[in-house]
Each structure stands twice: as C-alpha cells, then as structure tokens.
C-alpha cells in the first residue's frame, strides 16, 4: 500500500487524530490507498503523495487541484466508472476505484442520468444555498423570526470557509472577535441544528434557480445522483467566492494551489499540501495561509507581492515575518517549472509600469505555488435566474444589484456574503443576519418587531467597515445598493 | 511611493517607527510591574484587548482606532496578550540586568519552564539565547493562544519578538 508521509500527527491547534475516521482502503488506478471516513477522495490521493489528477483533454496536460471546493474542474477524475466526479467534494466509500481522465469520457451505457420528473420534492418558506458564515447566520434569524428553512450546502460539511481558518478573528467579541474561525463554524452549526424549523442538506448542489409564478424553484443534485426540487416563497443566495487566478507560464502544473486548497487540505483534512512553498499575494488570505502553513510544519520561503506594500493588516504580516518568511513587494511570479508537477518557481522585481525587471530574477525550489491573488463572487444562480449584474472592482468582479437589505432586482431573491461582494466572514455574518430576517419579513412569516435587528446589523456593518480597510468596500456598495 | 510607511512595505515595524505610532513606557514603569504594549500600527476592525482588560486599560475611540495603553492603569495581567487576534501585544519588564518578555506561542512545540530558546527578532533573525520562565498553555489561556514569558539580556527587550524552540 502506498503511504506517504503527508498527514498531520501533531498540531498547536488542531486535532486529526481525534477527527479522523475508519481507515478503509480505495484503488487509484488499481493501486490500494489508505483513506479515512470522512474525507474526500482528493485528499487520500493527496496524502498519497498523488497530484496528478487527471490530463487536459486535447494537449494533456497534467491537472492537479485548484480550488478543493468543487468551484472549479480541476480536480475531475472517474469515480466508479461515473466520469467528470469532483473528487474534492466527493466523500472516499471503502472500495471506491478512482482512475484519471485523458480524454472526453463517456458515461457508461449502463448508467441513465435521472429524470425531472423522477425528482423528490421538498418545499419550505426560505430556501437558502450555501453553509458558510452568510448561509448559516441567515438561515438562524430567518428560523427564529418564523420561517422554515431548507439550507443548502455542496460540501460535506457546514461551516463553508470558516472550517479551515485556525486563526482567531478580528471585530468586536460579541462578533466573534477573538475566536478562531473553526470554533466559529462549530458554534453556528450547532445553532442550525438545533433548530427544528431548519432541514439541512449537504452534498447538494443547486444547479438552477428558477422562478415558478409566486414560487422559488431551485433544483439539486445530491451526492452527484439525487435530483431534487426544492420550493420555497424566498431563496437566499450565498454561495461565496471562487479564487481568481493570474496569467503566468505553468501556472495548470499540478502544485499550484488557491491559497484556500491549501487551507482546506492542511487545515481541514490534515494533510500537508507539499514541503516548500512559495505564496503569491500579500493580502490577508496569503498573509494568514503563510502563518498557517508555517504551524503545519510546513517550510514557506517567501511571499511576492506585485503591489509596493503589503494589503492585508500589518499585523498578520509581522507574525511571519518574525518567524523569518520574506516578504518580497513589487515581486511577481514569472514561470512554475517542472516535469507533471512543481518543481521550482522563478520571480522578478517589476517596475513602475508592472514590467519584470530583467536580472532580478530569483529561483526558489518549491513544491508548491500558492495563488492568493483575490477572490471572485460565485454569482452564477443569480446570474442565470436574470438577477441585475454590474462589474464592480472594489467588490471583486461581477455583483447583482441589490437594496440595503440584501434583495436582488428580482423579489424574493436575496445574497448574502462573499457572493455580494468579497469581503470577510464577519460582515458576511452580518449581512447573512440581514438577509435571514429581510427574508422572513417579506413572507410575512417575522412580525415588525424584527426591524430593529436589521437595524442594529447595519449598524455593525457601517462601524467594521468604517475604518481605512472597510474604504474600498464601501465604495464598491455605493455602485450596486439601490433603494 | 514615499507615503507608504516602510512597516507596510516591509511588514515589520521598528523601535523608531513604533515610537511615531505610541509612547514607550518609562523605565521606571518599566521596572514597576510587567506592562502591555501594542505593536498594531494600522487602523483595524478590532477591539478585543480593549474589551478584555480588566482595567480600562486599552484606549480605542472606536473599533477602527489604534490601542493606546495607559501604562499607569496597566497592572500586566497578560490578558491582552492572550487574546489579541493579531498577536501583536507583548508584555516588558524589566527586573536587574534583565527583561521578561512575554509573547504569544502558537508553534509546536511549546517551550517548558526552564527551558532554554532561541531569541528571534521581528525579522526572524537569531538574536541570542533566553531561558522560559513562565507558560500560561493554551487551555489555561482566555484567548485560546498559548502565551509564554522569556528572561533575555535587556538590551533586547525590544527586538526579540519571537523564539525557536530546538530539542535535540
């Protein structure tokens, strides 16, 4: 059996051994690998020292991970004899055969895809997509203000991005400041499950929002075979954010990573993501994922920065830099190089004009690339049921147009979080809460009692994004808040 | 580029810029009682350490401001260091030839009292040597980071910000 020394045995703050499931056993290729209950198919191949995920289909060549929370097709292998499964959402079964993809495969004759009207049907007031830090807090105040929530999730598990932050979070305490993002997921998710007006769904993807007269109709696939339709008279959207990627030669070599697979491989699952890093990007995510990889035990050798100064806070910053990680500003990554994987990383000195200075170049030996060059609002359901959309920068990319209670163009339809715009996951609560209680208001289900909550989470909202750092973002909302 | 201050093109901050952001403590104050100090710089959404200090001791106009420290209210409880999300508080002071600093710690493994480390600056260069005289674990902190106490030579008292534990 191939075991490689990937998993993590010991950490400062978190525990796997205590986590960790049954060990079972899946066949890559026909070769048995050691896997947990609970985790995902990529991260047994991960911890099996397996990056090589599949070949593009016309020049083939080499795919690893990308994102690992199945927003993007980097990581679509054959499953079973199933093709095109994310196995970076997709749960290891004791026994499963797993083999990569070269060219465009066929689904098996004997394999009928389900039918519409074959479709179970589920009906609540609000249904709300996505489990992170907006989808939960939403889905609490929309049920104790009346509602009954259906929650939606893809992952196999709540929590959306909060499971992999180890850090403790910034606001005031009784925003969660001081707690660590892991805790943080852990508390609301007991908050949802204890509420019996709330039916969560996992592994389920919403596939299309429709409307159906006064009706939300949102279709899902669950565990990449169930087809369900779920009714309700409000849909809350808060699917979070896909890692933008940046243009450079190699950049598809299996290894390099968006800085949350990295988190969600090492954080998550305990695996570590590769030996030697270097990080792309030193805003917060790339400042924290340095840190984090630093406490797996993991050796980062430097973080390049294309901007003249740091973009995340200060202090994230000199948490690594004390533990001896350059910071390299007015850096860019020039090429990943290496046969079927990352073997090195070469970076330049830009100029003013964001050219590469020629003989600044600088060669580390790294396994792994790791992209935190910002992050996009997921806005495909909004998108495709016809929701108003603006490009907005400050906010990441594409948005929906929406009022100061997180209601789209279209009524009933809200957003939440990330996906209204990049952010954090504290004003992501915040605006989950808004948009919970907006909700259950216009169903009539909340009295008018519940005003003043959406009130005082405005207010919260305007003192976090008051300072230096909230700047941007508030000229972002200013383009797409309508009355 | 010359308004970028040079903690956020380099991300560490010196004595001197530090100086610009806070007043130091005395020594006299310093000698007193171990005290709390702030290396936060940057207008940030965050208020735990005002919110933990059982003195009153953190001054913030609002949740973006800068912690200000009054010294004279500071009894050197630690908590602030416990609980800072930035880990950006430390506590000095100093007792005869040689200063206690205390920071946060959340690297395995975690030092033991007694235990002999290896000094790092804010740059993550090897300063000297120190020994640990206190460790307050994780379980025992209120902020969920493990915090521990270093005795170094007093000279640097304001460069050492970090350690490396090394076990043979």
Redesign the interface.
């Known amino acids: 059996m191939l075991v490689k020394l990937m998993r993590l045995t010991?950490?400062?703050?978190l525990n796997f051994q205590e986590k960790r499931g049954r060990k079972i056993t899946i066949y890559f290729e026909g070769q048995p690998i050691e896997a947990y209950e609970g985790e995902t198919i990529v991260m047994a191949l991960h911890a099996a020292g397996i990056r090589v995920l599949g070949y593009s289909v016309h020049k083939h060549r080499p795919r690893g991970l990308f994102c690992a929370i199945g927003k993007c097709a980097s990581c679509l292998m054959t499953v079973n004899g199933i093709p095109n499964v994310r196995t970076c959402i997709t749960l290891v079964e004791d026994g499963m055969k797993i083999e990569r993809q070269k060219d465009k495969p066929k689904l098996p004759p004997t394999v009928k895809p389900p039918k519409f009207k074959e479709a179970k049907k589920v009906s609540g007031d609000i249904v709300i997509i996505g489990g992170g830090p907006a989808g939960l807090m939403a889905a609490i105040n929309a049920a104790d203000a009346g509602a009954k929530v259906i929650l939606l999730d893809e992952n196999p598990m709540l929590g959306g991005q909060l499971v992999k932050q180890t850090?403790?979070?910034?606001?005031?305490?009784e925003q969660f400041?001081?707690?660590?993002g892991v805790?943080i997921a852990e508390i609301l998710e007991e908050e949802v499950r204890k509420r019996e007006n709330i039916e969560i769904f996992l592994e389920t993807s919403a596939i299309m929002l429709l409307q159906d007269g006064d009706e939300k109709l949102v279709v899902g696939v669950r565990k990449n075979k169930e087809l369900i339709e779920f009714r309700g008279k409000a849909v809350i959207v808060a699917t979070g954010a896909m890692e933008k990627m940046i243009p450079f030669e190699g950049n598809d070599l299996p290894g390099v990573y968006g800085a949350g697979a990295i988190q969600t491989l090492m954080n998550t699952y305990g695996v570590k993501p590769g030996d030697r890093v270097l990080i792309v990007g030193?805003g917060n995510v790339g400042l924290i994922l340095a840190y984090q990889l630093?406490?797996a035990?993991v050796d980062v050798k430097a973080i390049v920065e294309a901007m003249?100064?740091?973009g995340g806070?200060?202090?994230?910053?000199?948490?690594?830099?004390?533990?001896?990680?350059p910071?390299l500003?007015r850096h860019t990554i020039l090429r990943a190089e290496g046969k079927e994987k990352v073997e090195r990383a070469v970076v330049a000195q830009i100029d003013e004009k964001w050219r590469s200075i020629p003989g600044t170049e600088k060669v580390f030996d790294v396994d792994v690339i790791a992209l935190a060059v910002g992050l996009r609002p997921s806005i495909e359901l909004l998108h495709q049921v016809g929701c108003q959309i603006k490009y907005v920068p400050e906010l990441g990319g594409h948005v929906v147009i929406r009022d100061s209670r997180m209601e789209t163009t279209i009524k009933g339809i809200f957003v939440a979080g990330d996906s209204a715009g990049i952010e954090e996951a504290?004003t992501a609560m915040l605006e989950g809460k808004i948009a919970g209680i907006a909700a259950a208001l216009e169903i009539g289900t909340a009295s008018s009692e519940w005003f003043k909550e959406i009130e005082k989470a405005q207010k919260e909202l305007d003192?976090?994004?008051?300072?230096?750092?909230?700047r941007k973002v508030l000229e972002g909302i200013k383009k797409v808040v309508v009355e | 580029m010359s308004e970028i201050p040079h903690y956020l093109r380099e991300g560490f901050i010196t004595v001197e810029e530090l100086k610009q952001v806070i007043e130091l403590p005395s020594e006299e104050r310093l000698r007193k009682r171990p005290v709390a100090i702030p290396e936060c710089p940057q207008e940030i959404p965050c208020t735990p350490c005002k919110e933990i200090c059982p003195t009153n001791a953190v001054l913030m106009e609002n949740p973006n401001a800068i912690p200000i420290v009054d010294y004279e209210k500071c009894i050197g409880c630690s908590l602030c260091v416990q609980i800072c999300p930035g880990l950006a508080f430390f506590m000095i002071h100093y007792v005869g030839d040689k200063a206690r600093v205390t920071m946060p710690h959340e690297l395995l493994p975690v030092p033991k009292v007694g235990e002999e480390v290896i000094l790092l600056n804010r740059v993550g260069e090897e300063v000297g040597r120190g020994k640990v005289i206190t460790v307050v674990p994780r379980e025992k902190s209120k902020g969920d980071t493990p915090i521990i106490t270093v005795e170094m030579p007093i000279e640097l008292a304001w460069d050492v910000r970090a350690v490396k534990v090394v076990r043979k």
């Open positions: 010991e950490h400062p703050i850090h403790k979070f910034f606001g005031k305490r400041a001081g707690v660590r805790k030193a630093i406490q035990g003249p100064k740091i806070y200060f202090v994230h910053a000199a948490k690594i830099r004390r533990l001896g990680v910071i500003t504290t003192e976090f994004r008051a300072g230096p750092f909230g």
